[in-house]
């Protein structure tokens, strides 16, 4: 996990619409070592930079309230035009702290099915971690370089870090590999229904 320096000021008590028209982005940071959230701001510049820098579960420090705080990313709130945050929330942690969090799959070799006209197909996209943060992987890689037509991809192939709790079924699938035609038409065929839509979380609540 990195573990970067960001600066944050206390909050002006001017109105996030006025602080985000000055390219400010408000925020809050909660924890178990705060009694109340604290109201925080920081410039879109330094925002933008923290957002491309890190995943859900980097942690990160921030500067510049009364003492220096060691936090992760909780949610992100954005503008639905632009894309540019407007709203952060930072839950502070300490690094022995069990959380939870949402990690992405990476998917490696991809290039080797391509060549065989094959493609991954992907059943789970992220995957809910629990355990202390410092330990928890930023990502988690599924290696498909040496899989054939119809392989699958389960829970019980990937490299979990000792002492990480999977919030999952005990051997999940993550993806398969079809041929890249079969994929094409998976990807053209009618959309299903809402809650099929998207690849899922493993672990997030109904």
């Known amino acids: 996990m990195s573990n970067t320096v960001y600066q944050v000021s206390n909050r002006s008590g001017v109105k996030a619409k006025k602080l985000r028209r000055d390219g400010i982005v408000p925020g809050v940071v909660y924890g178990r070592e705060f009694k109340d959230s ?19 579960t980097s942690i990160v420090k921030l500067e510049g309230l009364e003492k220096a705080v ?15 945050p407007e709203h952060i929330d930072f839950q502070a942690i300490s690094l022995r702290e069990v959380i939870s969090v949402t990690v992405p799959l990476l998917i490696l070799g991809e290039e080797s099915l391509t060549h065989r006209r094959l493609q991954f197909q992907p059943n789970v996209q992220e995957l ?32 979990i870090p000792e002492g990480i709790e999977v919030e999952a079924e005990e051997d999940v699938l993550l993806g398969v590999v079809l041929s890249a035609q079969m994929a094409e038409v998976d990807e053209d065929a009618e ?3 809402e809650d099929s839509a998207e690849p899922k979380v493993i672990g997030e609540e109904e």
């Not at 604290?38 to 859900?56: F, G, V």
């Not at 060691?70 to 540019?84: P, S, Y």
């Not at 943060?133 to 990937?158: M, Q, R, W, Y």
């Open 38 to 56: 604290i109201p925080l701001e920081m410039s879109l510049s330094e925002a933008n930079k923290l957002l491309k820098e890190n995943t859900k």
């Open 191 to 193: 959309e299903p229904a």
């Open 128 to 159: 809910i971690l629990k355990g202390p943060a410092e330990d928890l992987p930023e990502k988690l890689e599924i290696d498909v370089t040496g899989l054939n037509f119809e392989d699958k991809v389960h829970l019980s192939a990937l490299s």
């Open 70 to 84: 060691t936090a992760i990313v909780k949610e992100v709130q954005r503008n639905g035009a632009t894309f540019l």
